[in-house]
């Protein structure tokens, strides 16, 4: 039996044959064309297809994973409409007179490169994306069909890396697991499986191709395979696979049931989505409602500024299928790694700590309007919550109020019906926990990202799969500024959630309880299984002693 180590995407158990993906090789001619003509119409020809490809793959992946996993695949719709980078393939044929398929592994790779040498972490990610929608118009070229990779029996799946659009055309039903060799946790690749509910590892330096065919147990609980596993720890990691899904089928029961730990309290527990395909996910999993309703997929799935008519048909739909439960949408949250080409951002050195989000809007204020005129006439159609993120300061919050009241009024105007809604900032920087009494004394709630939060708090970029030694999620620092948080918006009649991946950390649970959080924020399939531990909580004993 060999065992292998990596980091693990997802907590489960995956048993079955393994089969070993490896990409198809393929010799690229550096010899000269002469009807250069003929080879632009073929790269015209594969770019389309590929973007048809990407669009494809958006629509299973938003079935498959959610609105926002898929996002990524709008992005490299666009990215293969970048004139910069249409021009440089085309100039290549024209002036080299080389092939397309030599002009487009050039023209790609150059730029992934120009990506991959940014110091920003963000726009290092995009040499990733480079790559991926290299292969797609490449695979088009060479008339590769880029379905057949994972054959027609189950299997756990074990490869170098997988690409995003390599992960979303797998057969859920055929798929038992992944493994991979490279990879990180943050990455695209690993977010869709996480997302999709299959175990997998990513950081496995022991892969081998002559795994190929062999039995293996996916530990995802320890962060390890077991190759031609003993007979004794194959029944042994059965019973635990048999007990996952028992409890996967005993928490469909407390459908319907209350958030109310046993000695009375009740909290809200919410969904996080994408995006109105969402809606779905939130119905079926019994959430009391959305309490991070993300608007960038409204930006991210258009060509062009979408229109205020575009943006109120998306929130009006969500607010109105999941009336009279509280639907909190995030206004625009673009920048730093969500990157819109018609947009035309500045390029920045830094964007996580650029113009992003508020920053961005409060810079735009007609692009900014349209989105308000939006959320404002959408709630008229049920429960709105109006979120504003990354602020830092109290004059922010005074701006966005303001500029609402501008929304209202021209749409009051207009005959306009406007509804009751409430108005809510995020708290993601150590700036907004030190003034979180004057944001609170200004809005109804706040809602705690700590995927940011804890990020600028311990000054790590979370992509940068170097510094994972030096995470700490559970750093003494932002649990003591999320206790801050609490407390402050306590103070000024504010209630307070969480919205970021710590509200799903099951072990801080009744931490947060005592802390007296007043809502969170999940992933929808996190929900039934947060509702069961917070049953089980008694906030009456004294923690860490048990009877």
């Not at 044929?93 to 790779?109: C, D, L, R």
């Not at 939130?282 to 997929?297: C, P, W």
């Not at 929130?315 to 730093?336: F, H, M, N, W």
């Not at 939060?453 to 995470?471: E, G, M, S, V």
Request: proline share 3%.
């Amino acid at each position: 039996m060999q065992v292998a180590t990596g980091k693990s995407v997802l907590n489960g158990i995956a048993i079955g044959k393994i089969k070993v993906y490896t990409p198809p090789k393929v010799v690229i001619s550096e010899s000269l064309v002469e009807d250069t003509d003929a080879e632009l119409a073929r790269f015209d020809e594969a770019r389309e297809k590929a973007i048809d490809q990407q669009n494809a793959l958006y629509e299973k992946a938003v079935i498959d994973a959610g609105e926002e996993s898929a996002e990524v695949f709008s992005v490299h719709a666009m990215m293969l409409e970048d004139d910069d980078l249409i021009d440089a393939t085309k100039e290549i044929i024209v002036s080299q007179k080389h092939n397309a398929e030599y002009a487009v592994k050039t023209a790609f790779n150059n730029q992934a490169r120009v990506f991959a040498e940014m110091d920003d972490p963000y726009m290092k990610e995009r040499s990733a994306d480079i790559y991926d929608i290299e292969q797609a118009v490449l695979n088009v070229l060479f008339g590769i069909d880029p379905e057949s990779m994972q054959g027609t029996e189950p299997c756990i799946l074990v490869a170098n890396d997988l690409t995003p659009s390599e992960t979303v055309r797998l057969d859920k039903s055929l798929l038992l697991g992944i493994i991979t060799r490279e990879g990180s946790l943050n990455s695209h690749t690993a977010i869709l499986a996480r997302s999709m509910g299959i175990p997998a590892l990513v950081q496995c330096g022991d892969v081998a191709s002559k795994w190929d065919g062999k039995t293996a147990i996916l530990d995802g609980y320890n962060a390890c395979a077991y190759i031609e596993p003993t007979e004794d720890l194959m029944k042994s990691l059965k019973n635990k696979q048999d007990a996952d899904n028992r409890q996967k089928a005993l928490l469909q029961e407390l459908k319907g049931q209350s958030n109310t730990t046993i000695d009375g309290k009740t909290i809200k527990v919410y969904a996080n989505i994408g995006g109105p395909s969402d809606i779905g996910l939130v119905q079926q999993n019994d959430a009391g409602g959305v309490g991070l309703f993300r608007s960038e997929f409204v930006y991210l799935n258009s060509k062009d500024y979408p229109s205020e008519e575009e943006q109120f048909n998306a929130y009006r739909l969500a607010v109105e299928s999941l009336a009279p439960k509280q639907v909190i949408i995030r206004t625009c949250d673009i920048g730093a790694d969500k990157q819109v080409d018609y947009m035309n951002l500045v390029k920045e050195d830094n964007p996580a700590l650029g113009c992003r989000a508020i920053r961005l809007c409060l810079t735009r204020r007609d692009f900014f309007k349209t989105q308000l005129r939006a959320l404002l006439r959408a709630s008229a159609y049920g429960n709105l919550g109006i979120m504003f993120p990354m602020i830092i300061s109290a004059r922010e919050l005074h701006e966005c109020k303001q500029l609402i009241k501008e929304c209202t009024e021209e749409l009051l105007e207009k005959g306009v019906t406007i509804g009751k809604y409430s108005i809510g900032v995020m708290i993601e920087t150590p700036a907004a926990v030190l003034i979180a009494d004057e944001l609170a004394e200004e809005c109804d709630f706040m809602s705690i990202g700590t995927n940011d939060l804890t990020q600028y708090t311990l000054a790590i970029d979370r992509q940068n799969a170097a510094l994972d030694p030096f995470l700490d999620t559970h750093h003494p620092a932002v649990l003591k500024a999320i206790k801050m948080t609490i407390e402050a918006g306590h103070r000024h009649g504010a209630w307070v959630g969480i919205c970021g991946e710590l509200g799903a950390d099951l072990t801080l649970t009744e931490t947060f309880l005592r802390y007296g959080v007043d809502e969170l924020s999940v992933n929808p399939v996190s929900i039934l299984g947060l509702r069961k531990v917070i049953r089980g909580i008694d906030l009456r004993k004294t923690p860490g002693k048990t009877e």
